[in-house]
C-alpha cells in the first residue's frame, strides 16, 4: 500500500510542473492552456484525496528521492497534516483556476495577460506542494523560493501602478523573510550538521540551550513573516488587495497558511520544548486583536478580508502554542477551514466588485436585491469565518478554546476571551459589509453617508470607478459556489475531518513519531542517538 | 570546526552594509542591499562546511572521512545562488516598470499613513479611470529592442490592435 502511495508523493509537485511547462509551449493558444491547467489541478486533487485516504489509514509514507537513503538522499514526507494540506490547497487552487478561467472569458483577459498567467499559476502550485511534502528544511526553503517568485509574477500581473507599488513592499518584505530563512538553515547545518528534519530533532538535544533559542527564534521570524503573524503581518493588507481578484484569493488562502505550516513543523518536530511558547501566545493574542481592528477600520471589502486574514492566523498560532495535542489537531482543522472560508470570502468579493463596480461599502448597496445569489454566496462563508454555529468557523473555534481552556492558567484565559472577542469583532466587520453592501438600498447610498461608515478608512489610491453592473459569467458564480459547498461540507463531514485533525495532532506530539516514520530505528544509521520521545513511545 | 576569520568578518560586513542598503527608501539601493545580504547568506552556508579538505569524491578507501570537504553546504550554495540570482533578475525588472511609470525609484510615502499624520481622511479620487496604457507593455517608437519581431506586443501591433 505504501509503496503504490509512494508513487503519488512526487506527482503532486510533478504533474502541475509539467503542466506548467506545457501551457508555456501552447502559449498561444488560451483554449489549450486553461484546458491543460485545469486537467492538472483536477489531477493534483485526485492525487491529494487519495494521499489522505492512504496516509491516514495506513501511517506516513516516506519517499526516498532517487532511493537514496536517508539522511543521505533528499526525502519527502507525507504525514497526515501534510496530505490534508495537500488536498485543501489543490481543491482551493482549482476553484481559484475556475474562477480566474471565468474571468478572463468574460474581460477578454484584460486582467490576465494570457501566456503568463496559467504556467505561472501552475508553478505557484508546485511550490505550495514542494513546501508541503519537503522532510529538510532546505527542500522546504526551495517550495518557498517556487511559490514566492511566482507569487511576485501574480502580485504585480499586468505592471500597472498601483499592483507595482504593492508588489515592491510584498517582494522586498518577502526577500527579507527568505534571506533570513537561508540564514537560519546555514546556522542550523554549522551547529547540527544536517538539514533533515527528523535528523535534526534527534541531534538538537545535543547543543547548549541557548543555541537552540537562537535558531529557533530565527526560524520563527523567518515563517512569521510569511504567516503575517503580528507584528510582522504590516505588509498584507497594503499588498494582498491589489492583486486581480482571483490571486488575492488564491494568496489570501494558501501562502500565509504555509508559514503556519511551518511554524507547525518547527514547533513540533524541531522545537517541541515550551520555552517560547508563552511568547507564541501573546503574540497569537496580538495578531487576532490588532487584525480585527484593522478590520473594523476598513471600508473597502478585500482590506476588511485581508485584516480578517491576519486575525485568523492569530488562532492557528494560538493552537501551535499550546503545545499539545489537541492545541496542533484544533490548528489543523482551523487552518483547512481557514484556508476554504477565506478563499471563499475573497471570490465572492470578486464577484461584488463585478456586479457593483467597487468593493468600497460606502458606495455600494442594494445588491440583495439586485443579485441575490451573490448574496447568498457572501453570506454563508461570512457568518462561517465569525464563528457562527453550525459552521465550521464554530467547531473549529470550539476546539481550540477547549484545548485553551484545558491549559488552565491565566494566560490561557486571557486568549479565550481574546479569541471570543476577536470573533465578535469580525462578526460585526462582516455583518457591516452584509448592512451596508446588500440590505442598504441602492437610493441609501446616494442620499448620504451612514452612520456605520463614521469611522472607516477608505483605501489609498483607490481610483475603481463605479462602472455598473457587468454580467458575470457563469463559471465566476459556479466556482464560488462551489467553494461555499466544500466549506459546508467541512461542516456536515467535520466528524471524520476532525478525526483526521486529531489523529494529525497525535502524530505530531513530540518529534517521536516523525522521527520514527523515517528512521524506523528510532536512530540515526551509523548513530546509537535515540531521542528520549521515541524511547518513552 | 575551523574557520577562516577573514572570510568570517566578510561575511560580517556584507551582511551589515546590505541590511544598510535595504533600508533606503531607493529601490535600486534595496536591489543591491539584497545582493550583499544574499551573498552574505551564501557566505555563511559555505562556511559552516568546516575547514577544507581533498575534494569529496573517493579515489583512495583508505582515506578518512574526515578528511574530506563536507560537499553538502556546496550544493546548497548553488541552488541558493541561482534562486539569488532569479530574484535579483525578476527585481530589476520590477525597478525599471517602476521607473517607467513614475520616473522615480524611490518609495512613494503610503497614503493611509499621510492621512494619519496630518488627521485628514483620504479622499477617494474619483472617476480617475486608471490610463490603458499604462496597463500593457506597448512597444516604445524610440527603443529598437522592444518591438521584436514575433513576440506578443509586436504581432498586435502588426495586426493594428491598438488600446
Known amino acids: ?537 | 570546526m575551523t574557520l577562516s576569520l577573514t572570510l568570517v568578518i566578510v561575511m560580517a560586513v556584507l551582511f551589515a552594509c546590505g541590511i544598510y542598503l535595504m533600508l533606503e527608501r531607493s529601490l535600486t539601493r534595496v536591489v543591491l542591499g539584497f545582493l550583499l545580504v544574499g551573498n552574505a547568506a551564501n557566505l555563511l552556508i559555505i562556511l559552516m562546511a568546516g575547514a577544507q579538505g581533498i575534494a569529496p569524491i573517493v579515489e583512495d578507501p583508505a582515506a578518512d572521512a574526515d578528511q574530506y570537504t563536507d560537499p553538502l553546504p556546496q550544493a546548497l550554495l548553488l541552488t541558493a545562488i541561482v534562486i539569488t540570482f532569479a530574484v535579483s533578475a525578476f527585481m530589476l525588472a520590477l525597478i525599471y516598470r517602476s521607473w517607467r511609470l513614475a520616473n522615480a525609484d524611490d518609495l512613494d510615502d503610503d497614503a493611509d499613513d499621510l492621512a494619519l499624520r496630518t488627521g485628514a481622511q483620504v479622499v477617494p479620487v474619483e472617476e480617475t479611470a486608471p490610463d490603458e496604457a499604462t496597463t500593457e507593455f506597448l512597444p516604445d517608437p524610440l527603443d529598437p529592442t522592444e518591438a521584436v519581431p514575433g513576440t506578443e506586443v509586436a504581432e498586435r501591433t502588426e495586426r493594428g490592435e491598438t488600446r
Open chain 1, 1 to 537: 500500500m505504501t509503496a503504490e502511495l509512494g508513487v503519488l508523493v512526487p506527482l503532486a509537485v510533478l504533474i502541475p510542473l509539467v503542466a506548467a511547462g506545457v501551457t508555456l509551449v501552447v502559449g498561444r493558444r488560451a483554449r489549450a492552456q486553461r484546458i491543460v491547467a485545469l486537467i492538472a489541478l483536477v489531477a493534483v486533487v485526485l492525487v491529494g484525496a487519495t494521499l489522505l485516504m492512504g496516509v491516514d489509514a495506513g501511517g506516513s509514507v516516506v519517499v526516498e528521492v532517487g532511493s537514496w537513503q536517508a539522511p543521505f538522499g533528499i526525502v519527502l514526507v507525507v504525514d497526515r497534516l501534510s496530505a490534508l494540506m495537500v488536498l485543501i490547497s489543490a481543491i482551493v487552487l482549482l476553484a481559484v483556476l475556475v474562477f480566474s478561467i471565468g474571468q478572463g472569458l468574460a474581460d477578454g483577459d484584460d486582467e490576465t495577460p494570457v501566456s503568463i498567467y496559467y504556467p505561472t499559476y501552475l508553478i505557484l502550485t508546485t511550490g505550495v506542494m514542494i513546501a508541503f511534502v519537503a522532510g529538510d528544511l532546505f527542500n522546504l526553503y526551495v517550495g518557498f523560493e517556487v511559490l514566492l517568485v511566482s507569487s511576485y509574477v501574480l502580485i504585480t500581473l499586468g505592471g500597472t501602478e498601483s499592483r507595482i507599488r504593492a508588489g515592491v513592499t510584498y517582494v522586498v518584505v518577502s526577500l527579507v523573510s527568505s534571506v533570513l530563512f537561508l540564514t537560519a538553515i546555514a546556522m542550523v547545518y554549522g551547529a547540527l550538521g544536517t538539514v533533515n528534519l527528523a535528523q535534526i530533532a534527534i541531534r538538537i538535544a545535543d547543543i547548549p540551550i541557548d543555541t537552540q533559542i537562537v535558531l529557533h527564534v530565527m526560524l520563527l521570524v523567518a515563517f512569521g513573516i510569511k504567516a503575517a503573524v503580528f507584528p510582522l503581518s504590516f505588509w498584507l493588507p497594503d499588498s494582498y488587495p491589489s492583486a486581480p481578484a482571483p490571486v488575492t484569493a488564491a494568496f489570501a488562502g494558501l501562502l500565509t497558511k504555509i508559514g503556519v505550516y511551518a511554524i507547525i513543523r518547527v514547533e513540533t518536530v524541531i522545537f517541541p520544548g515550551e520555552e517560547l511558547n508563552p511568547a507564541l501566545m501573546v503574540l497569537a493574542l496580538l495578531t487576532m486583536v490588532v487584525g480585527a481592528l484593522g478590520a473594523v477600520a476598513q471600508a473597502d471589502i478585500k482590506r476588511i478580508l485581508s485584516f480578517t486574514l491576519v486575525s485568523h492566523i492569530g488562532y492557528m498560532i494560538l493552537g501551535v502554542a499550546l503545545g499539545t495535542a489537541e492545541g496542533t489537531a484544533a490548528a489543523v482543522y482551523y487552518i483547512a477551514h481557514h484556508i476554504v472560508v477565506q478563499t471563499t470570502l475573497f471570490l465572492a468579493a470578486g464577484l461584488i466588485e463585478r456586479e457593483a463596480g467597487s468593493t468600497s461599502i460606502s458606495r455600494i448597496g442594494g445588491l440583495l436585491a439586485s443579485a441575490p445569489l451573490v448574496a447568498l454566496l457572501f453570506f454563508i462563508p461570512a457568518l462561517n469565518l465569525g464563528g457562527i454555529p453550525p459552521f465550521s468557523g464554530f467547531i473549529g473555534k470550539l476546539a481550540l478554546f477547549q484545548a485553551t481552556a484545558a491549559q488552565g492558567d491565566a494566560l490561557a484565559y486571557i486568549l479565550l476571551g481574546g479569541g471570543a472577542l476577536v470573533s465578535l469583532l469580525t462578526l460585526y466587520a462582516l455583518v457591516r459589509v452584509w448592512n451596508l453592501a446588500f440590505w442598504r438600498g441602492a437610493d441609501e447610498v446616494e442620499r448620504g453617508s451612514s452612520r456605520l461608515l463614521k469611522h472607516v478608512n477608505e483605501a489609498p489610491l483607490d481610483t475603481s470607478t463605479i462602472s455598473g453592473a457587468r454580467t458575470t459569467p457563469f463559471l465566476m458564480t459556479a466556482s464560488t459556489a462551489g467553494m461555499v459547498i466544500v466549506s459546508v461540507a467541512l461542516t456536515v463531514f467535520a466528524g471524520p475531518l476532525y478525526g483526521v485533525a486529531e489523529r494529525a495532532g497525535e502524530n505530531l506530539d513530540g518529534p517521536g513519531r516523525y522521527v520514527l516514520s523515517i528512521f524506523p530505528s528510532g536512530t540515526e544509521p551509523n548513530s546509537t542517538d535515540v531521542i528520549e520521545e521515541v524511547l518513552d513511545r
